[in-house]
């Protein structure tokens, strides 16, 4: 089984993917569809930070981590000549979600025989889902976290295993995921647009949340969960207990009292994954003090609607 964490980038879901994999029978991966640039070391692949740390949690590169050579030996194919990410254009990923949206996994499945390009995306997330098991088998788990955040990665998973697939969709207050956006060396992808940097980091929260949330109808309802991030800083326990009601698991020792086991976790926030223990967990709300009231009025035109559907006044 593997646990999908779907959500806007600055969202906690390194986080919700260590706590999760802290079950005795889970484990948890972070964003594997970045498998392959780490294996490489190839920052244009990965789409990251220029101090990134492209390393596995454990300090080691990922090609000379014992777990992760373990893993591929048991996939059977080296991991730098297998594609774990699409490469596709915005416009043709948005086209295909449509069809997903229409058709579901049935209708999706019956295209992609007759149409190549997309009979080559369904393979990619076969290739994960290989990956999954792989790392399910080197790790003993029973189930995988995996914290790749894209609802079209997602998809091609389910296209993949619709039976093996579970969502978790992860939102946040989107004025403080819009300014974590926009801080540090974060604040250089808006450099271009004349557009104030969290104006346009608000708008694409809000059309990844959009997407997510229709998407996810996909997904039967059995098979998914909607979490909300400040909920889970409040009271992470409750939360994990509704994960553990909801798919039959044994419930959760509290991660942050027992001892961590080592992890070997790849993509995602470095401050979280390279820490030994989750320690303290609470709301960062710097934004209420920090954004300017035309920022926030401009929060307000293009997402405030969106924001006070998912519970944020």
Known sequence: MVLFIAS???????????????????????????????????????????????????????????FWKEVERRF???????????????IWRS???AFYLSGGVAGMRVLAQAWPPLRQEVGIGLNCFRLHQAISSASGASFVVDSSKSIYHYMLLHL?????????????????????????????????????PFLQASRQWALTTRSILVLSRRTRPSQRIFLRYEDFCQDHMQVLRQVAERWGLSPWEDPIQVES??????????????EKSPGTIKVDNSWRDSLEPELLEGFERIAGKLNRKLGYF
């Not at 059977?76 to 915005?90: C, D, L, P, W, Y």
């Not at 992860?170 to 060396?185: F, K, W």
Request: charged share 25%.
């Open 8 to 66: 806007a980038s600055r969202s906690g879901s390194t986080l919700l993917d260590l706590m999760l994999g802290s079950h005795p029978l889970g484990v948890s991966t972070g964003e594997v569809r970045r498998l392959q640039g780490f294996v490489s070391r190839d920052r244009q692949l990965l789409s990251l930070e220029e101090d990134y740390p492209l390393t596995c949690s454990c300090g080691k590169p990922v090609g000379e981590c014992d």
């Open 95 to 97: 086209v295909l979600m």
């Open 76 to 90: 059977g194919t080296s991991f730098g000549n297998t594609v774990f990410k699409t490469r596709q254009k915005r």
């Open 261 to 274: 086991r080592e992890r070997h976790i790849v993509g995602g926030s470095p401050s979280v994954r390279f």
């Open 160 to 196: 993949a295993a619709p039976e093996m697939m579970r969502l978790v969709v992860l939102v946040r207050d989107g004025r403080a995921v819009a300014h974590s956006m926009t801080r540090g060396p974060r604040a250089r992808q808006w450099e271009k647009s004349s557009l104030h």
